[in-house]
């Protein structure tokens, strides 16, 4: 599998109804390919079992749910997008210097991203970063504020906070991803389920290959009609 020994590697995860059941439809995706998965579950185990081998050479970027507490990859990117929106919600509870400064802090670093930078100056870059993230989440908080849970959050993962600063192509969110799983939340409002797990997995299939098609520049019905004559296109 292509993906499996990409360098940069998004995931997400989205429910679905089947026959009036709780499912999941999952994405894994890169600049050149996406594949949606149909499960039951939505546990670790769907990636291990579509990923034996986990990611050895991929930096993974996810929002931080807890089936991905436990991935095997060379490192991890947050979704500094969902971040931001559980600053905004402390500030609005809060309104505390600490929420405002983690907030502009991860702006800055956003901007100073796209910067044409080469590989030692964004290693000191990140350095820098962790260390006023550090610092930042050092700062006293209201016991029980939603800041102190913000902080808390920080702090179990800060590791994975600036890692798309080593590399121009590691995104800062997780924005291809949930455009890659968006389909499947239109797919539910017209349908409003799928009758059966098969039908949901070939709905996943088709999905990954006309998505995968259109990431290529290839014809989406050419492909697939290359597909159900029996031949691999990817």
């Not at 350095?127 to 209201?142: A, G, N, Q, V």
């Not at 890692?163 to 239109?186: G, Q, Y």
């Amino acid at each position: 599998m292509l993906l499996s020994k990409s360098a940069i590697i998004g995931i997400d995860e989205t429910g679905c109804k089947v026959n009036g059941s709780k499912h999941w439809h999952w994405t894994f995706q890169d600049k050149d390919n996406t594949l949606i998965v149909a499960n039951k579950s939505r546990g670790t185990k769907v990636i291990t079992d579509t990923f034996e081998t986990g990611f050895k050479n991929a930096c993974v970027v996810h929002d931080n749910y807890s089936s991905y507490s436990s991935l095997e990859c060379v490192s991890e990117q947050l979704c500094l997008a969902h971040k931001m929106r559980d600053l905004n919600y402390a500030i609005e509870c809060d309104d505390t210097k600490l929420s405002k400064a983690l907030k502009l802090l991860i702006s800055e670093a956003m901007k100073d991203h796209k910067e044409a930078l080469i590989p030692l100056q964004r290693v000191r870059l990140k350095e820098e970063y962790d260390k006023m993230l550090e610092h930042l989440l050092t700062m006293p908080t209201i016991d029980k504020s939603e800041t102190q849970k913000q902080v808390k959050s920080f702090q179990k993962s800060k590791d994975k906070i600036f890692t798309f600063l080593l590399d121009e192509n590691i995104p800062p969110d997780n924005n291809a991803s949930e455009r890659a799983i968006r389909n499947v939340k239109v797919k539910q409002k017209v349908s409003g389920q799928f009758k059966s797990l098969e039908g949901a997995k070939n709905y996943a299939n088709l999905r990954s290959i006309i998505d995968t098609s259109r990431k290529r520049g290839l014809n989406e019905f050419e492909v697939l009609k290359t597909v159900i004559e029996g031949n691999f296109v990817f």
